[in-house]
């Protein structure tokens, strides 16, 4: 199992690499088309009337949604550990595996329900007006798409915690940081 989870990591690795890519070029051209609208309104007069909705509908959700499972995976998500440092390894591990496998049920739904909309969206052909006809599905499809590779990244962890509740090197081989040790200060 344990050489099944390495395998899938890598490509769930190579995933969350590409997913970064994008939210990185989605990043890149909100700078650009910012800066190029801010020049053509002020230096021409001529300011381009579709940016705020290409930003605003597609661009930062994609940086958004396609940054999760990476920052997942390299572990700069948030993280509160005060009580974790105190909890002996093996529940630790199993506590992060419940926990790991209660939020990818939640992201889950999270991927069906935004799939269905985005369906319906494309079903219907919905379109949102503003300077240009925008179709809705296509703003719409970022949202299943983020949530679904962090849904696999979350299943992925909740598997590893549970393969390696007594093995601290196969944590470390699957990107998790392993359990830390309570801080113990030495006596002077």
């Given at each position: 199992m344990k050489a099944?989870?390495?395998k899938v990591d890598g490509w769930l690795w190579r995933m969350d690499i590409t997913l970064m890519a994008i939210a990185g070029v989605c990043v890149l051209t909100m700078m650009g088309v910012t800066f190029l609208d801010v020049f053509m309104r002020y230096a021409l007069h001529s300011p381009l009337h579709w940016t705020?909705?290409?930003v605003t509908q597609y661009l930062l959700i994609g940086s958004f949604f396609f940054a999760f499972s990476y920052a997942l995976r390299t572990n700069e998500n948030i993280v509160v550990d005060f009580f974790s440092r105190n909890l002996p390894t093996r529940l630790y591990c199993l506590l992060m595996s419940i926990g790991h496998a209660a939020i990818a049920v939640i992201f889950a739904v999270v991927v069906w329900l935004s799939a269905v909309d985005t369906y319906i969206s494309w079903a219907?052909?919905?379109?949102?007006?503003g300077a240009l006809v925008w179709s809705t599905w296509s703003a719409k499809i970022i949202v299943p798409l983020g949530a679904l590779a962090l849904t696999?990244?979350?299943?992925?962890r909740s598997l590893a915690y549970w393969a390696g509740i007594d093995d601290q090197e196969f944590l470390r081989a699957a990107g998790l940081e392993p359990h830390h040790e309570p801080i113990i200060e030495e006596q002077l």
């Amino acid at each position: 199992m344990k050489a099944a989870l390495l395998k899938v990591d890598g490509w769930l690795w190579r995933m969350d690499i590409t997913l970064m890519a994008i939210a990185g070029v989605c990043v890149l051209t909100m700078m650009g088309v910012t800066f190029l609208d801010v020049f053509m309104r002020y230096a021409l007069h001529s300011p381009l009337h579709w940016t705020y909705d290409l930003v605003t509908q597609y661009l930062l959700i994609g940086s958004f949604f396609f940054a999760f499972s990476y920052a997942l995976r390299t572990n700069e998500n948030i993280v509160v550990d005060f009580f974790s440092r105190n909890l002996p390894t093996r529940l630790y591990c199993l506590l992060m595996s419940i926990g790991h496998a209660a939020i990818a049920v939640i992201f889950a739904v999270v991927v069906w329900l935004s799939a269905v909309d985005t369906y319906i969206s494309w079903a219907n052909d919905e379109a949102f007006f503003g300077a240009l006809v925008w179709s809705t599905w296509s703003a719409k499809i970022i949202v299943p798409l983020g949530a679904l590779a962090l849904t696999l990244r979350l299943v992925h962890r909740s598997l590893a915690y549970w393969a390696g509740i007594d093995d601290q090197e196969f944590l470390r081989a699957a990107g998790l940081e392993p359990h830390h040790e309570p801080i113990i200060e030495e006596q002077l």
